[in-house]
């Protein structure tokens, strides 16, 4: 091959090349669209296919090595088993929807820090409510006008209300806590009712009061329970009407119990002939248990009657017109110190066992039976005039223990110096409760 042959065959190579690059150029485009086309959808492809069925079966738990977990947020936080409300904006249905909603044994937790919670429970299962406030006196739940706080349905089995205020300012005829043949307890619980029905109603089922306060301006009573059992414990019950009316089967237990009525309606019709305790036992197996207790300022203080055992110890009763009248089977009064205008302790029916009680202020009687009463009395200590009552009707009552006091005469005995206040509604605000941290 000659030098002239070779350039030729290397200028022809180039123009070639020249002409594959110029054509190259003018299809590099299209050839780059697609296969970036392709390689996009294939990669699409690959990262929805393994996850489509997210789309359709919210069963599908993993995709990618990733859970997918559905978040019911029923609260503003939280879940069917534990949630937080925020009652600052939290609006009524809202409230509510959340408490129907809760699983048995679920809790829900009110926070009020600006303003309350306004709202009409509605509860079917067992669940647990605890509350929260800024303010002592900014209640975390208050029921609209003319509604319940709380209504308990017989599903819901045990409610829990711990360290809640709770108010019903225009209750009506609702009582602010309706519970039917359920177990509810109120822990550090304070309720405020305004309403002429009484702010707590239990029908059937348990009341638990421990550390907790009824305040109620009603027209009726402060507690009512019918066709259950009452365990309280360290508890207040106020009240311008009467204070707690009970029919109780089982066992029941009072212990460190005050009751008192408000000085709103004092002087008023209204507010005359009031009862602090009327407990009604409706089985002969049937105790109740009632020691360090407070009664005050009630025309009638205690009222026991039915078919049970009853036991009144160490307690005051103090400002009543009849202090204690029983109609059990069988009552012990003992230990107490009892101030009343006219009977200390009238046995109207059953036997009475009364001793060491120490009683003044009396006009008529310290201790009276009628004919259907026995009593069995021991080292019982009356503030006494020097003149026998002889015009009395005492019953079966030892004539040497016969005494009576003079309305001016005062008592002998220590009465604790905190016994002599009466509050007002407004004013009665027995519990401080701190938020919690």
């Not at 707690?244 to 009072?254: F, H, I, K, P, R």
């Not at 009343?340 to 066992?353: C, L, Q, R, V």
């Not at 039976?369 to 005039?385: M, P």
């Amino acid at each position: 091959m000659t030098m002239t042959t070779a350039i030729t065959r290397l200028v022809t190579v180039i123009a070639a090349a020249f002409a594959l690059a110029a054509a190259g150029f003018a299809t590099a485009p299209a050839v780059a669209q697609s296969a970036y086309t392709g390689y996009n959808a294939a990669r699409t492809e690959g990262l929805t296919r393994p996850c489509f069925g997210v789309l359709l079966d919210y069963q599908l738990k993993t995709c990618h090595g990733k859970v997918y977990k559905p978040k019911p947020r029923y609260g503003y936080y939280g879940s069917t088993w534990n949630a937080t409300i925020n009652c600052d904006t939290a609006r009524q249905a809202y409230v509510e929807e959340t408490v129907r909603r809760l699983r048995p044994g679920g809790v829900v937790k009110l926070i009020a820090r600006n303003r309350s919670c306004v709202a009409s429970l509605l509860i079917n299962n067992r669940i647990t409510i605890i509350g929260e406030s800024s303010d002592p006196r900014l209640p975390v739940l208050v029921a609209p006008d003319g509604e319940s706080c709380l209504r308990i349905n017989p599903a819901a089995d045990r409610v829990v209300l711990k360290n809640m205020m709770i108010e019903s300012r225009r209750g009506g005829q609702s009582a602010c806590i309706y519970a039917s043949n359920a177990e509810v307890t109120l822990q550090n619980t304070t309720v405020r009712y305004e309403g002429d029905s009484a702010a707590l109603h239990i029908a059937g089922g348990r009341l638990n009061l421990i550390s907790s306060f009824v305040v109620a301006k009603t027209r009726t009573v402060a507690v009512a329970v019918n066709s259950a059992q009452l365990f309280a414990e360290q508890t207040g019950i106020t009240s311008t009407s009467g204070g707690l009316y009970a029919v109780l089967n089982g066992d029941s237990q009072m212990q460190g119990v005050t009751v008192q009525q408000l000085a709103d309606w004092r002087g008023f019709e209204r507010g005359e002939g009031a009862v602090g305790i009327e407990i009604k036992l409706d089985s002969g197996d049937s105790i109740l248990n009632m020691d360090d207790m407070r009664v005050e300022f009630f025309a009638e203080a205690v009222q026991l009657s039915g078919a049970g055992e009853a036991l009144l110890s160490r307690s005051l009763i103090d400002y009543s017109t009849h202090g204690i009248t029983s109609a059990l089977n069988r009552v012990r009064i003992i230990d107490n110190k009892i101030l009343s205008e006219e009977i200390a302790i009238n046995i109207d029916s059953g036997t009475g066992f009364i001793g060491t009680n120490q009683i003044a202020r009396v006009h008529t009687a310290g201790i009276l039976a009628s004919s259907r009463g026995e009593i069995r009395a021991v080292d019982n200590q009356i503030d006494a005039s020097p003149d026998a009552c002889p015009n009395l009707k005492w019953g079966n009552l030892d004539p040497a223990q016969r005494t009576c006091t003079p309305w001016y005469k005062g008592s002998e005995f220590d009465i604790p110096s905190d016994a002599t206040k009466q509050y007002m509604f407004s004013e009665y605000w027995p519990r401080l409760l701190v938020a919690s941290k």
